[in-house]
């Protein structure tokens, strides 16, 4: 089992930054690959960015490429997802989640959830 908890949402203006982060406890967190997913009323969970367990992979949906960057520290048990140049659109409850299956980003593929922050970017 793995209790991951999210944190550093908040609000802020478009073009500003955040920094959010997810700490992991239970079993290693170096087993596991990590996503980020953000959802917002009345749609899907939408995948974000991933990495894989050691953090030498990344991935990133076409919506926040170049904007935001996902990184690890497994000594610390941490995934972070700096977010840069933030939008209105890119307002949501942002997730991260853990899974042994690499290379997905598919939410049926993660198998522990943190329960979000919350991301509001004003225009």
């Known amino acids: 089992q793995v209790q991951l908890v999210e944190s550093g949402g908040g609000l802020v203006q478009a073009g500003g930054s955040l920094r959010l982060s997810c700490a992991a406890s239970?079993?290693?967190?170096?087993?596991?690959?990590v996503g980020w997913f953000r959802q917002v009323p009345g749609m899907e969970r939408e995948f974000v960015a991933r990495?894989?367990?050691?953090?030498?992979?990344?991935y990133y949906a076409d919506s926040v490429k170049g904007r935001f960057t996902i990184s690890r520290d497994n000594a610390k048990n941490t995934v972070y997802l700096q977010m840069n140049s933030l939008e209105p659109e890119d307002t949501a409850v942002y997730y991260c989640?853990?899974?042994?299956?690499?290379?997905?980003?598919?939410?049926?593929?993660?198998?522990?959830w943190g329960q979000g922050t919350r991301v509001t970017v004003s225009s």
């Open positions: 990495i894989s367990r050691a953090g030498s992979n990344t």
């Open positions: 989640a853990a899974g042994r299956v690499s290379y997905s980003n598919d939410v049926r593929s993660y198998d522990y």
């Open positions: 239970g079993r290693p967190f170096s087993a596991y690959a």
